[in-house]
């Protein structure tokens, strides 16, 4: 079979009938991302006059949350060792103050809502509704054009405009991304791929703050979506994650009676007792996104430790380790649809069968590629500007342990009462960003499903 062939056929699909799969809701986390692409010697003369020992203790174990310049950096040298991504709420203002002093190369939008809701409503032309904790002028600027709506109560009514038209001016939720290419060299440090660690430096997102239109109003705003996927639950920590939690559970209801298939997209969540309560809340979503570094902590509280290091023992990761913690997730939570992206190949393990999961699955990589190559898509024609980006031939080793392991055939496989799909991605050697494509091949499979289904 030639993946090459199986790529090209899937565009035109999924174009032609994205437009169909109605409005998709996008909650909770907007913010605005200032991108610093790391430079080694500025960065290691910042590790010398912090401290290089100090800085060194967090290399190879993350602090829960940033309390000082050490740990800043030590954290940003945890994820260019590993060449993957970690975010942590940045507590002191002092630390606050020293990245504001260290700058950054460009703004842009952030937040896995907000970066969804510009690929979905600007570029894809799919009408969204987005959750916006603060709206600045800022804010609102950095929002395409399209059919992006946020809700707003006037003299006792709804109303849908755009964030642009919202007319507040609210405080700028700033998160700090610094990023790094494949071969970045720190000291002995060498960055295996190409990533970035990200210091959150805002005050609502962390929190999970929900507009009072969300809590007040959220039946009347699910009414009319089809869809919804929800993000930006990682920061929350065993101090404040019970009252966000609990909105966000009658939200779940709420979609849940109107049928709406909801999609959690998980990201790095360092506190224990949140990871639990989500795996606890998990049988009320549709579908869950992770990457390998996601997966082993949630089998981490799960009790599967051994299978926890398993996911993080090679690279690229085993998917017969990640096959078998997708099974023991789906059949703890009752989730229907685990969506595994790694760098070089995805897996789809569903509780319903057809090659429409797969070719989502397609799309979804060619759309994560026209980002690295192209830096932004700006319409859906732009995915089709990837198609030239190669196939990743490290993946054929993945594949033939899935066609020896499962009998898989063209990318699908029947496992313990499931359909596992997979593909092989397309690497773009040097991207020209990281931030947001994680966002970009989650958002684009899921709607993508729907659009081919």
């Known amino acids: 079979m030639l993946w090459g062939e199986l790529y090209a056929s899937v565009f035109e699909r999924v174009k032609s009938s994205i437009g169909n799969t109605g409005r998709v809701l996008l909650a909770y986390n907007t913010n605005i991302d200032a991108v610093k692409y790391l430079g080694r010697k500025d960065l290691e003369e910042r590790v010398e006059k912090a401290g290089k020992d100090e800085v060194f203790r967090y290399i190879d174990s993350l602090p829960g949350r940033i309390e000082n310049v050490p740990q800043l950096l030590g954290s940003i040298l945890w994820s260019v060792k590993r060449g993957k991504a970690a975010e942590l709420f940045v ?96 000291f002995e440090v060498e960055a295996p791929r190409e990533n970035r660690f990200i210091g959150s430096a805002d005050d609502y997102n962390p929190n999970v703050y929900i507009r009072a239109e969300f809590k007040e109003r959220f ?30 559970e009658g939200h779940l209801e709420t979609l849940n009676e109107l049928e709406i298939p909801v999609h959690l997209e998980f990201a790095f969540t360092p506190d224990e007792t949140v990871r639990k309560a989500l795996l606890g809340l ?10 390998e570094v996601e997966l082993a902590s949630v089998m981490d509280v799960m009790g599967e430790k051994s299978l926890a290091e ?16 997708m099974i023991k997730l789906a059949e703890r939570t009752g989730v229907r649809r685990i969506h595994f992206h790694t760098y070089g190949y995805y897996l789809a393990l569903t509780d319903y069968r057809g090659e ?49 392991e499962y009998g898989m055939k063209n990318g699908i496989a029947e496992v313990n009462g499931y359909q596992l799909a997979f593909i092989p991605t397309k690497i773009v050697m040097k991207p020209k960003s990281t931030v947001g494509i994680g966002d970009t091949i989650s958002s684009s499979a899921f709607v993508g499903e729907f659009a081919l289904h």
Not at 221 to 245: D, F, K
Request: aromatic share 8%; hydrophobic share 45%.
């Open 91 to 186: 507590e002191s203002c002092s630390t606050r103050f020293y990245m504001k002093r260290w700058g950054w190369d460009e703004l842009r939008m952030g937040g896995q809502a907000g970066i969804m809701a510009n690929l979905l409503g600007g570029a894809y032309g799919v009408p969204v509704i987005v959750h916006i904790p603060q709206l600045s002028n800022l804010q609102a600027s950095l929002f395409k054009g399209g059919p992006i709506y946020t809700p707003k109560a006037e003299n006792g009514k709804l109303r849908f405009v755009h964030p642009r038209d919202f007319a507040g001016d609210e405080e700028n939720c700033l998160h700090y991304i610094y990023e790094f290419p494949r071969g970045f060299r720190v």
């Open 219 to 248: 039946g009347e705003i699910a009414e009319g979506v089809e869809l919804a996927i929800i993000s930006g639950l990682q920061a929350l920590t065993a101090e404040n994650y019970r009252e966000p939690l609990e909105v966000i």
């Open 282 to 291: 998990l049988g009320k979503f549709w579908s869950v996104g992770l990457n």
């Open 310 to 325: 398993k996911l993080l023992a090679r690279d690229p990761v085993d998917p017969i380790a990640v096959t078998e913690a």
């Open 356 to 404: 429409f999961v797969r070719d989502a699955l397609l799309f979804s990589a060619l759309a994560a590629a026209a980002k690295a190559k192209l830096g932004d898509v700006r319409s859906i024609d732009d995915v089709i500007r990837a198609m030239d980006v190669p196939v990743n031939e490290k993946a054929k080793p993945v594949e033939d342990a899935l066609v020896k």
